[in-house]
């Protein structure tokens, strides 16, 4: 029969996260690789409330990269 195949796309991080100063919820603003290692992604979110920012670091692996 019909069987969904949940599949999670990672295109922009929906992750909520609390403001540590106002506990509101944080909206997303921005994401973009360091320069020193482009695998590691900084998203940054920010709060309505207090306009305070908090930076995510997270790890992005690449599967099929060039394989040397
Ligand atoms: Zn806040």
Same mark, same amino acid.
């Given at each position: 029969m019909g069987r969904r195949s949940i599949t999670t796309e #990672?295109?922009?991080? #929906?992750l909520i996260i609390p403001c540590p100063r106002c506990a509101k919820r944080m909206s997303f603003r921005s994401a973009r690789t360091t320069k020193a290692e482009p695998r590691i992604l900084d998203t940054t979110y920010a709060c309505d409330q207090c306009g305070a920012e908090v930076i995510c670091t997270s790890f992005c692996r690449h599967d099929a990269a060039q394989a040397a």
């Open positions: #990672s295109a922009l991080p #929906s």
